[in-house]
């Protein structure tokens, strides 16, 4: 793997129904780069993204507390000094030995420390340093050569979620394909209130939709780099929903846990950091549904320039998330607690989850190489002090399809690289 590649990862869907189908399952989750970096105090300098999101002024507010996000990954190791005491209970839906606290790759790790990381020991930061992690592992391709593992683990993992206590869940994986078993448990999810964000993908150039993040409940996150520009391997499309930070973001280089590696942490970063986002707007109105917090995210957003109210950017969604421009300048108004901000439908459930993937016919398309205005940044019509520092912008998306499907199963794993 060399720096400027997205690493890939499939993943496995195995559906016995009556005949036989061949179905190709591709589970991604983007992290480019293998630059090492030592683990020391000095690894906050490479948190370019906190001071660009004005993190220390969010958290004279609020650190996230009082929420948590369910992570749906490879794993999340508890005993990083960043996340010790943050990791609660979760499940292994691998179905193999093991818990969900044995992250076999080191990404899970990474996203939990990005969204919950207290920063100790040298350790990442993250932007919602209160919040709970609950950790969900599923498997990837690698670990399906290797072992005998369950058919069904994304769907028990969100279902798992969706009963749990966690109020955000946090999906920095997909598969090109979709399934009626995935379908009914992100609806599930929504009914229960949950507010789910996933990756919409690192391969801009193939560009194929991506399952979660193109299900009409999901959050799609894309990514950026640091001076405010559409990462170039984010996908983009209709499923945007928001962007976030994805570019130049250290994560632990393998299993042992005993450095970090530099370089682009793709659109699965850019989730965790939104989802970490929703979980420090959660914390400061804990009576909130998913449907308000969601909305004020997707009216706090920085637009392209250019811009008109209520169209969508192709590369942008509504944005990138500024959970700063709520907080502390209290931009976004909550609305109807029961109407989702993207389908404009009525939602189920006690705490409505309602965020959805835009649709083609109300978005329009943003140039990739343009930046956020520091105004619009800002969320001002001048330029202030902090303009300077924010340097955002994202894009990608996932488009819904359809499944090509027969009857039964077959499945040929595939993996997919950037």
Request: aromatic content about 6%; overall charge neutral.
């Amino acid at each position: 793997m060399t720096a400027g590649t997205s690493r890939m990862w499939s993943r496995t869907s195995q559906r016995a129904i009556a005949f036989t189908v061949v179905l190709t399952g591709a589970f991604a989750a983007g992290l480019v780069g293998t630059a090492p970096i030592a683990i020391a105090a000095d690894i906050r300098s490479k948190q370019w993204y906190l001071d660009a999101m004005h993190a220390e002024e969010i958290w004279k507010k609020t650190t996230g507390e009082g929420i948590t996000v369910a992570v749906i990954d490879t794993g999340v190791n508890s005993s990083t000094p960043s996340l010790k005491g943050k990791v609660l209970k979760g499940l292994d839906a691998t179905g193999i030995k093991g818990e969900a606290t044995d992250d076999y790759t080191g990404h899970g790790t990474t996203m939990a420390e990005l969204i919950a990381g207290t920063g100790k020991g040298g350790g990442l930061k993250g932007l919602a340093p209160g919040a709970k992690i609950l950790p969900l592992r599923v498997s990837n391709t690698e670990l399906q050569n290797r072992e005998s593992v369950n058919a069904h683990d994304s769907e028990d993992a969100i279902r798992f979620a969706a009963n749990s206590d966690a109020r955000v869940i946090s999906m920095s994986v997909g598969s090109d394909y979709m399934t009626p078993e995935l379908i009914e448990a992100v609806k599930y999810a929504e009914g229960k209130g949950k507010l789910f964000f996933a990756s919409v993908g690192n391969d801009a150039k193939g560009n194929k939709p991506r399952y979660p993040a193109s299900f009409p409940e999901v959050v799609g996150v894309a990514a950026t780099d640091r001076n405010g520009r559409v990462a170039d391997y984010s996908q983009h499309g209709s499923s945007v929903a928001l962007a976030a930070p994805g570019n130049d973001i250290p994560r632990w280089c393998d299993t042992t846990f005993t450095r970090y590696c530099g370089g682009d942490g793709g659109t699965s970063s850019a989730t965790a950091l939104a989802s970490a986002s929703a979980a420090l707007i959660w914390s400061a109105h804990p009576d909130w549904t998913a449907n308000q917090v969601l909305r004020v995210m997707f009216e706090s957003a920085a637009r392209p320039d250019g811009s008109k109210d209520g169209t969508l950017s192709n590369y942008l969604g509504h944005g990138i998330v500024r959970p700063n421009a709520h907080i502390n300048r209290g931009l976004g108004k909550p609305g109807d607690p029961n109407l989702s901000p993207l389908t404009n439908k009525r939602t189920s459930g006690g705490a409505p989850a309602g965020s959805a993937a835009p649709s083609s016919t109300s978005s329009s398309e943003a140039p990739k190489d343009k930046p956020v205005s520091d105004a619009v940044a800002a969320g001002s019509s001048t330029k202030t002090e902090d303009d300077d520092r924010l340097g955002l912008i994202l894009g990608g998306a996932a488009v819904v399809v359809a499944i090509a499907a027969g009857a039964a199963f077959a499945v040929i794993r595939k993996r997919r690289t950037a």
